[in-house]
């Protein structure tokens, strides 16, 4: 038999509770592919035109989660699961959902989002204040009412907002797509597949049910956006096959490389020889170890399509990754020039020309992954490579320069730190390369301090 905690307890774990509600969820890989990044920056190209944001403001990013999402986390950035991805039928579904986190961008919802979240933790804590002043003043049953009500209050005010937002939001994406003479046909598509997915997890979709979710029902929206799309000009305009034949291809490459193998060639067996199976097998081989079957994949991929930059990348990979980084070099210089220098596809020229342990290769390796890391900063794995070749030539600071780069992106700031701050020593002083140890090092100490102050 379990005793009943005591009063104290059970106010620190309601107070405890608040204060994980508070803390922001733990960050989620990155996925970073060159076809898909620039398939979901152009379908959102139109939607963020129709929005008049500045379109180099507006970056995509995948993220590794099988969940059905997207969202908007400040800045002008959309962030884009998986999930949603291999869930959607059409590019013209996904752009459905881009226009609806273009409004959110466009509302300011983060920052808001952000506002709205400390007033809800007010309500909170003046409720876990007074619940303690009653506890003090000996009326413990009363005290955890009041610390129940406020939380409820708290969470009641919190999602009532998250609701009105999410609706306004559906009708700004509406426009957008309007505006951008996009069908708003693969928007509707979406939101009935969402509430598909509601009725079969045994959400209700009664009114009363509104009360404790974020989003407003998939059922309600629908009704709305479809009144407003129904009648738009551009209701009836097919979607661009191309772009549907691109994000086929994507959707296909992505489910082959998260995917069990099994599972991959159990969804795309031998006897589909379709362009995005063959796409899918290739990446399900190569994780399997079944290098030959991986090639011969690829190379029937290329026999279709032999300038096509992503299956030149695939096949380089393929050879680079199984230990053949000298027969990679020739479909990945092709696919780097016929991609116009793609910092990603130039990131693994990089690392194949490293990969060949032959001292000759070394500098056409820096000046590909030196041009790589400036025209995209992101990118650890180029940074990690580009410290291989400095220290190779014995440029120790430089070296620990690239290495506080990556490790600043992998928030692992101790070590960015001491990098950045070793590399500022010993760096020409003023130049480009010392004023950046400077300012990563301010970065590392800053997210250090705040860290420590968290605690």
């Known amino acids: 038999m379990r005793s009943r905690p005591s009063l104290f307890v059970q106010t620190a774990a309601l107070l405890a509770c608040a204060v994980i509600a508070a ?10 592919d060159a076809e898909t990044e620039q398939l979901l920056l152009d379908m959102a190209a139109p939607l963020v035109e129709a929005s008049e944001l500045e379109p180099g403001n507006v970056e995509l990013v995948l993220i590794n989660d099988g969940s059905i999402n997207a969202f908007v986390a400040g800045g002008q950035a959309i962030y884009v699961h998986s999930g949603l991805i291999n869930e959607a039928e059409t590019a013209n579904e996904v752009q459905g959902v881009l226009a609806h986190e273009l409004g959110h961008i466009t509302a300011g919802h ?32 009363a005290a955890i009412g009041v610390i129940a009500a406020g939380q409820q209050a708290a969470l009641g005010s919190f999602l009532s907002f998250n609701r009105d937002q999410e609706a306004s939001t559906d009708l700004a994406g509406a426009r957008y797509l309007s505006g951008a003479g996009i069908t708003g046909a693969g928007m509707i598509k979406f939101f009935e597949r969402l509430r598909n997915n509601e009725i079969r997890a045994g959400y209700s979709q009664a009114d009363e049910a509104a009360y404790a979710r974020t989003h ?130 130039a990131g693994i020229l990089g690392h194949a020309l490293i990969a060949t342990e032959n001292q000759a290769n070394f500098a056409e390796a820096e000046n590909v992954l030196r041009a790589s890391v400036q025209r ?13 070749v400095y220290a190779a030539r014995g440029d120790i600071p430089r070296a620990r320069l690239a290495s506080a780069e990556q490790q600043v992106m992998n928030r692992r700031y101790p070590e960015a730190l001491q990098n950045a701050q070793a590399a500022e020593a010993y760096l020409p002083y003023g130049s480009p390369d ?6 990563i090092a301010l970065q590392a100490r800053g997210e250090l301090e705040r860290a420590r102050d968290r605690r």
Do not use: C
């Open 23 to 32: 803390q922001p969820v733990a960050a989620q890989s990155i996925l970073r």
């Open 110 to 141: 983060a920052v808001r989002f952000d506002e709205r979240t400390k007033a809800a933790n007010n309500i909170s804590i003046l409720s876990l204040l007074l619940g303690v002043g009653a506890a003090l003043a000996g009326a413990g049953d």
């Open 216 to 345: 407003p029902l998939s059922g309600d929206r629908i009704q709305v956006l479809r009144g407003l799309l129904d009648d738009d000009p551009a209701w009836d305009t097919p979607p661009d096959p191309v772009l549907q034949e691109r994000f086929v291809r994507a959707r296909a490459k992505l489910y082959g490389y998260l995917a069990e193998p099994r599972r991959t060639l159990a969804f795309f067996p031998p006897r589909d020889t379709s362009v995005p199976a063959r796409y899918a097998r290739a990446y399900a081989y190569h994780k399997d170890a079944q290098i030959d079957m991986a090639l011969a994949e690829a190379d029937a991929l290329l026999a279709a399509e032999p300038d096509n930059p992503y299956f030149l990348e695939l096949k380089g990979q393929v050879l680079l990754e199984s230990g053949r980084p000298l027969e990679a070099l020739a479909p990945l210089r092709r696919a780097v020039e016929l991609s116009r220098a793609h910092p990603l596809i």
């Open 376 to 388: 995209d900063r992101f990118n650890p794995f180029a940074w990690y490579q580009l410290g291989v």
């Open 434 to 439: 010392w004023i950046r140890a400077q300012d």
